[in-house]
């Protein structure tokens, strides 16, 4: 069974940036998007940042757009999430997940309840 191990999460100070990382120990399906989430203690996971299969078409939540960059190494079974402008609400937990979503929809694509395969996460601290 794949496995997911995100890497990359620190305390930076806001404006600044930071690469996180997702691993995959194996390929995943070629019919899979890849997805960053990001979830604040006591609060349900966001969607913030998808690919899809064939790195055709990507989606961003509103509060992230133009600042983050969903990207992946095919060759290496990495996906990458960079972190620009950082804001202290941008704190949280994030992970990255992998499957099929019923549909394309931005909204499917960036809900928690279209994957099941995830990773442990990494913390992401942003102070002023």
């Known amino acids: 069974q794949v496995q997911l191990v995100e890497s990359g999460g620190a305390s930076v100070q806001s404006g600044g940036s930071l690469r996180l990382s997702c691993e995959a120990s194996?390929?995943?399906?070629?019919?899979?998007?890849m997805v960053w989430f990001r979830r604040v203690s006591g609060k349900q996971r966001e969607g913030v940042a998808a690919?899809?299969?064939?790195?055709?078409?990507?989606y961003y939540s509103d509060s992230v757009k133009d600042r983050f960059t969903i990207l992946r190494d095919k060759d290496k079974n990495i996906l990458y999430l960079q972190l620009n402008s950082l804001k202290p609400e941008d704190t949280a937990m994030y992970y990255c997940?992998?499957?099929?979503?019923?549909?394309?929809?931005?909204?499917?694509?960036?809900?928690?309840?279209?994957?099941?395969?995830w990773g442990q996460g990494t913390q992401v601290t942003v102070s002023t």
């Open positions: 194996q390929p995943t399906s070629t019919s899979s998007w």
């Open positions: 690919l899809s299969p064939g790195n055709t078409i990507t």
């Open positions: 997940a992998a499957g099929v979503p019923a549909d394309w929809s931005r909204a499917t694509v960036l809900s928690e309840r279209s994957y099941h395969l």
